[in-house]
């Protein structure tokens, strides 16, 4: 995977949410929610040393517990297929969006060792009532670099608010993901793809990938 790719899902690991704010998810206006946890989490990478010093039990279950609830593996699963999801069965969908779950968390898991004290500044945000799909942008600052523009794309569901997509410097996380998702469905087809984030999430697992 390549840097933007790894930089797009490390982004996307601050926005996870204490369980005390889950139960309010859908009365807190989306930008809040951010901010709240966004904050929330880098006082915990900040604090953790075992996750800090790249101990990736214990932050793949920090990624399943509180990141997990809050992202949409579905739309975003489809999203990052594209024109070929509706091709796929059902259980293929399942398939689909479980490996890329699980892709997902364990990159997640291994780009959070690096954060070093980054700094999050929450841009202007406004929104109507009756807003169901919105944008809450960020800009991480990095002593010594540019900074990096942080967007992140919710829905409003009956679950509260859910993020289906993390854009980084105007590049989006389930774009990135489409070109090749579309190569490997042409050579293989839909099982092709299922196999190929299978063999990946193996990999990962065994720390060779």
């Known amino acids: 995977m390549n840097y933007l790719s790894k930089l797009l899902l490390a982004a996307a690991t601050v ?12 009365v807190i206006a989306p930008d809040i929610l951010v901010q709240n946890v966004t904050e929330e989490v880098l006082a915990t990478l900040r604090q953790d040393k075992e996750i800090r010093n790249g101990n990736t039990q214990k932050t793949i ?13 579905n739309r975003m699963t489809a999203l990052a297929v594209g024109r070929d999801w ?17 892709l997902l968390v364990r990159t997640y898991a291994n780009a959070v060792s690096s954060y070093r ?42 679950k509260g608010w859910k993020v ?11 774009t990135n993901y489409r070109s090749s998702f579309s190569q ?9 793809l299922i196999n ?3 063999e990946k999430n193996k990999a990962l697992e065994k720390g060779k990938a």
């Open 15 to 26: 926005l996870a949410v204490p369980a005390a704010l889950a139960q309010e998810a859908s």
């Open 86 to 102: 509706s091709k796929a069965s059902a259980a293929q969908k399942e398939k689909l969006a479980n490996q890329f779950r699980d």
């Open 164 to 174: 289906y997509d993390v854009v980084v410097a105007g590049v989006s996380l389930v």
């Open 184 to 192: 490997q469905i042409r050579e293989g087809g839909i099982d092709g």
């Open 117 to 158: 004290d980054q700094k999050v500044r929450y841009k202007p945000f406004k929104m109507s009532s009756d807003d169901t799909d919105v944008l809450v942008r960020t800009e991480i600052q990095q002593p010594g670099s540019r900074p990096i523009q942080l967007d992140y794309s919710l829905e409003k569901t009956d």
């Open 196 to 198: 190929t984030l299978s």
């Open 61 to 73: 279950a920090l990624v399943q517990a509180k990141v997990l609830p809050h992202f949409n593996f």
